[in-house]
T-cell receptor, first 113, second 111 residues
Framework: DGGITQSPKYLFRKEGQNVTLSCEQNLNHDAMYWYRQDPGQGLRLIYY???????QKGDIAEGYSVSREKKESFPLTVTSAQKNPTAFYLC????????????FGPGTRLTVT | GESVGLHLPTLSVQEGDNSIINCAYS??????FIWYKQESGKGPQFIIDIRSNMDKRQGQRVTVLLNKTVKHLSLQIAATQPGDSAVYFC??????????FGSGTQLTVLP
């Protein structure tokens, strides 16, 4: 099965802790993306990566960090500096950054208390 | 149509009727538009896309219409089925920038 996997589906953390969300794709896509979704709102771009070992900030990068050491993997770390981390996080990929259709993973719901 | 805020616009249709979901976009330089469907607790799924050099594109049971003059996009779903109940997002893109998503419209199909 080709696709994008995100794990875990639900994640709970205490305030002040960093947490890393996993995103893996076996579609051989060059570009990968992280979005945040809050209730009743659209998706907001956190970070994106057009190629291995390269990534750029999106619209709401503060309090987040990423790495892209492998083509298949684009983990997102939600740091303690993120003021309001509770949200639904979505990872996506596209064949390359010039192609616009993005394929999404199932999402991780993060709750920080 | 879609709007920014905490309360999603809603659309209720009878099963078997046609649905029309509207989206107003803001960037006149956007040259690519895409519709996604998102079921509760899941990631968005691609439905259909359209480039700015077109005004209509058809897929299986879906049609997207683009009116660049008034910056309006619509998604038409023919013979709406219960499985079509979901939140529908439009997204726009200007060539050098990333996708910008609308806030979505909740479609409910009534039996």
């Amino acid at each position: 099965d080709g696709g994008i996997t995100q794990s875990p589906k639900y994640l709970f953390r205490k305030e002040g802790q960093n947490v890393t969300l996993s995103c893996e794709q076996n579609l051989n896509h060059d570009a990968m993306y992280w979005y945040r979704q809050d209730p009743g709102q659209g998706l907001r771009l956190i970070y994106y990566s057009q190629i291995v070992n390269d990534f750029q900030k999106g619209d709401i990068a503060e309090g987040y960090s990423v790495s892209r050491e492998k083509k298949e993997s684009f983990p997102l770390t939600v740091t303690s500096a993120q003021k309001n981390p509770t949200a639904f996080y979505l990872c996506a990929s596209s064949r390359d950054s010039s192609l616009y259709e993005q394929y999404f993973g199932p999402g991780t719901r993060l709750t920080v208390t | 149509g879609e709007s920014v805020g905490l309360h999603l616009p809603t659309l209720s249709v009878q099963e078997g009727d046609n649905s029309i979901i509207n989206c107003a976009y803001s960037n006149s330089a956007s040259d690519y538009f895409i519709w996604y469907k998102q079921e509760s607790g899941k990631g968005p799924q691609f439905i259909i896309d359209i480039r700015s050099n077109m005004d209509k594109r058809q897929g299986q049971r879906v049609t997207v219409l683009l009116n660049k003059t008034v910056k309006h996009l619509s998604l038409q779903i023919a013979a709406t089925q219960p499985g079509d109940s979901a939140v529908y997002f439009c997204a726009e893109k200007e060539s050098a920038r990333q996708l910008t998503f609308g806030s979505g419209t909740q479609l409910t199909v009534l039996p």
